[in-house]
């Protein structure tokens, strides 16, 4: 008989660069080093979840480690997870230098990850936009598994609180600001995301957050491209 393990889908294929690649990792490091401000990202996230000493965290989608070893000195212990090992290995390198022992590092993605620890939060910040709107219903459910009861998730990511019938203005206008504010380079890779990844729309995403067992306790769409959202586990 078939089971998940044979039709699941394949969260290394859709890879914008080889990121299984450690030049290309670096280089993405270097990127986003630019025109994100990592320490101002964790202290949101730490303000908007109420993160306390003794609590514990997942974060999925780590990529390089940024948000996890910042967050490393406000938490008992976290565990980091992402599909590139090139990624893995880098993150884990990085928080050795920085002597930080209370992150474990796994290679797995949302839809494989397999472990009997639940958590008190759950973080993923750019990432699930990786999978089909299908295929995010069952790593939202993934998460929500993951969780203590009343646990907490915060999420963010690509997702476009546009109307239908102007899809294509809103669009054109994020990409000009995108440009100005992030440079050639990263505006040519938010062209190929919009062309080949899988973003979806506000109100896509607010219905899958209920149907896999979360209440939203808060959504902010600042832009017409990033969203953040705190869910609790119903």
């Known amino acids: 008989m078939l ?15 080889d990121y299984q690649n450690e030049e290309e990792v670096k280089k993405y490091d270097e990127r986003m ?8 990202e964790a ?6 979840l109420a993160i306390e000493k003794d609590n514990s965290i997942i974060e999925y ?22 599909v590139s090992k ?7 390198q990085k928080a050795k230098k920085n002597n930080i022992n209370n992150i474990t590092f796994v290679n797995a993605g949302f839809l494989n990850y397999e472990n009997d620890d639940t958590f008190d ?21 993934n998460i929500q598994n993951s969780l203590s009861d ?19 203005k809103s669009i054109n206008f994020t990409l000009d600001d995108f440009f100005k504010a992030a440079g050639e380079e990263s505006g ?3 062209i190929n995301h919009i062309k080949n990844e899988y973003s979806t729309f506000d109100w896509i995403m607010e219905e899958m957050f209920y149907r896999c067992g979360f209440d939203l306790i808060d959504a902010s769409y600042d832009d017409f491209y990033i969203a953040s959202y705190v869910c609790k586990k119903r």
Not at 33 to 39: L, V
């Open 188 to 190: 040519k890779n938010f």
């Open 150 to 168: 009343g646990g907490k998730l915060f999420l963010k990511d690509v997702v476009f609180p546009i109307k239908i019938d102007k899809f294509e």
């Open 61 to 82: 989608g780590t990529g390089t480690g940024e948000i996890a070893i910042n967050l490393s000195d406000k938490c008992q212990r976290i565990t980091a997870i992402d």
């Open 33 to 40: 080093s630019k025109f994100r401000d990592f320490n101002k």
């Open 86 to 92: 090139a990624m893995i290995d880098y993150a884990e």
């Open 121 to 141: 939060y759950a973080i993923s910040q750019l990432a699930l936009h990786h999978l089909p709107d299908f295929w995010k219903m069952v790593a939202l459910k």
């Open 3 to 17: 089971t998940l393990k044979d039709w699941i889908y394949d969260e290394k294929k859709h890879f914008e660069t």
């Open 43 to 48: 202290e949101d996230i730490i303000e908007k």
